[in-house]
């Protein structure tokens, strides 16, 4: 389930691969479960960046694999859009189980 929500400013020109493709590339790790939702931003104030995203981890990843999804992720991102990784910022959020409702069911793991 990693899910990266990422906001981009206006003037950043999407590339024609697929994003998600780039980021199992960057990462080492399948995109069996990987979602990448880009979401056009409309103001950004104080420090600015062209694309900010959040990335969403389940608890159950080892340190190495959540270190590769989110270097990974940004590299994916920089990548398609042309862009600095300086230009690039992603915070993960680690996700505990049970704190995820898919097809009506709460996620264990």
């Not at 998600?20 to 104080?46: C, D, R």
């Not at 960046?49 to 994916?76: C, E, F, H, I, N």
Request: negative net charge; glycine residues 6%.
């Amino acid at each position: 389930m990693p899910i990266a929500h990422c906001i981009v400013q206006a003037d950043c020109v999407s590339g024609t691969e697929d994003v998600v493709a780039l980021w199992t590339q960057q990462s080492g790790v399948s995109s069996e479960h990987m979602t990448v939702n880009l979401v056009q931003a409309q103001h950004q104030f104080g420090k600015a960046y062209k694309v900010m995203a959040t990335l969403y981890l389940p608890s159950l990843w080892s340190r190495d694999k959540v270190d590769d999804l989110q270097l990974g992720l940004a590299k994916a991102l920089a990548d398609y859009f042309s862009i600095e990784l300086s230009d690039v910022h992603v915070i993960t959020t680690i996700v505990v189980s049970g704190n995820v409702v898919e097809s009506g069911e709460i996620e264990r793991w």
